[in-house]
């Protein structure tokens, strides 16, 4: 038995739904998806234990489950784009990323357990969808602000190593003051001391001169 059920889905992100399914049946959903839209199924199966009469309260591990997606619209020789995933386990994921506007058709086969391949069983199927919706405007409002935050780093660390090379060129003019400081000092100490030699020299020349010719009686 083919049940099919009709979603149109616009405005909510997330969505749930639980129903039973037996084996081999097939439980489809059209859903009318927006463009650059990534769908994605996360599904849990309980399987029915006749032995405890009741559900398991955990995804039964042998459970499988068939997933067939197909997108209404003709395309070349009139056949559906239709992408088929099976799942071996109680839980599953499924994601699938619409890049056009259109109507896709969301299939689930329950198939039969490992352990009961010929016995007709009953499982509790819990669905959630997840819709994650790609604006141009928001990609590129991201972009641009990625841009200015790169830019901003780049610039930070530009200013921040221009005031390290300020430092350092603010360290070397001090020790080159300090040098050039030093050096003007010894240059006038040395100055003053060499003027004081020659004078000392001259005076002492001119005293022995002096007593040179008083002596000779040149004078």
Same mark, same amino acid.
């Given at each position: ?5 009709l979603l149109?889905?616009v405005?909510?992100c997330? &969505? =749930? ?8 049946e ?5 859903e009318?998806v927006p ?8 599904y ?5 234990d006749d032995?405890?009469?009741?559900? &398991?309260?955990e ?10 997606i197909?997108?209404?619209r ?7 784009i239709?992408?088929i995933?099976?799942?071996?386990g109680g839980t ?13 058709k969301f299939?689930l086969?329950?198939?039969p357990?490992k352990?009961k391949e ?6 509790k199927? &819990?669905l ?5 919706y ?7 409002i991201a972009e641009t602000?990625? =841009? ?12 921040k190593?221009?005031k ?7 360290k070397?003019?001090?020790?080159f003051?300090?040098?050039?400081w030093?050096? =003007?000092n010894?240059v006038?100490?040395f100055g003053a001391l ?11 020349m ?7 010719f008083?002596a000779?009686k040149?004078?």
């Amino acid at each position: 038995m083919l049940d099919l059920l009709l979603l149109v889905l616009v405005l909510p992100c997330v &969505h =749930a739904l639980t129903t039973t399914m037996t084996t081999w049946e097939t439980k489809c959903f059209i859903e009318d998806v927006p463009d650059r839209t990534m769908i994605t199924y996360n599904y849990k199966i309980h399987m029915f234990d006749d032995q405890l009469d009741a559900y &398991h309260t955990e995804p039964t591990p042998d459970a499988k489950m068939f997933f067939t997606i197909s997108e209404l619209r003709k395309v070349g020789d009139g056949d559906h784009i239709k992408r088929i995933q099976e799942f071996n386990g109680g839980t599953g994921v499924l994601h699938y990323f619409a890049e056009e506007y259109g109507e896709f058709k969301f299939c689930l086969e329950l198939h039969p357990q490992k352990s009961k391949e010929w016995q007709m069983t009953t499982g509790k199927l &819990h669905l959630v969808v997840e819709r994650q919706y790609q604006d141009d405007a928001e990609e590129l409002i991201a972009e641009t602000q990625d =841009a200015i935050t790169r830019t901003l780093q780049k610039t930070l660390r530009k200013v921040k190593q221009i005031k390290m090379e300020q430092r350092y060129y603010k360290k070397r003019e001090q020790e080159f003051r300090s040098i050039s400081w030093l050096t =003007a000092n010894r240059v006038i100490w040395f100055g003053a001391l060499t003027a004081i030699t020659v004078i000392a020299c001259g005076c002492f020349m001119m005293q022995n001169l002096r007593s040179f010719f008083i002596a000779k009686k040149l004078v």
